[in-house]
């Protein structure tokens, strides 16, 4: 055999390897990607009980949602150590671990908007009004959304012209939350001057999924990188 062949046969060798271990990293990805949606799911729930002020439920959903949390937490620390060990197949390393730490944001985000929720109607601060349960709704379905796209961008990552278009409907809705964000913000402040305790613990559960809408929107940033050395 040559000089030539061997390095040949390296190099698909090499390739091979990358392949397997990219498939398996999308795959595991996108079973924390729909935990997360699931966590989303319980907020939207959540949020209608809190506009209900029904603290039982409230209560009860909060509980679920920390321990979805919990879960995606451990898949990521089982995917980070599984990225160790296949790092030198792995030349986008960098990039997934990026994805993985921005997945596990969007849950942890998604559990404290909830815990402001549960401090909310513990605190059994004034009903809010109809349309500010409209504009929390619009914000957690349009993250829902998000997650949705992601999980069709890592399913598609060895399309790069696919994953492009996929990441401009990704910061569509990413602008579309921050729009709603801003009125919700003004609208907030109408209902409760006069609650600064309120005031308070809404604003930073907008200021939470403001901030998913941020991290999802990296993700898919990231994943269309990776597609363009896919």
Known sequence: MTE?????????????RESIA???????????????IDLFKEVQTLLKELDDSNKTSVEKIYGRIRL?????EEGATNLFEYVVRVSPALPME?????????????????????????LLVTKRFEKMPDNMYIYLDSMTRRITEMMSIVIDMLNKLSNSKAVKELYQKETSLENNVDEIYRELGLEIIKAYSSDVGALLLLKELTD?????????KKVGSNLRLISLHR
């Open 4 to 16: 030539e062949s061997i390095r040949l046969d390296e190099i698909r060798e090499r390739g091979e």
């Open 208 to 216: 939470k999924l403001e901030d998913t809408a941020d991290a999802l």
């Open 22 to 36: 990219e498939s398996t990293i999308s795959e595991l990805l996108i079973a924390l990607v729909r935990k997360s």
């Open 94 to 118: 960098n990039l997934y671990v990026s994805v993985i730490e921005d997945i596990v944001r969007v849950a942890e985000h998604g559990e404290a908007a909830a815990n402001r929720a549960l």
């Open 68 to 72: 979805i949390k919990d879960e995606v």
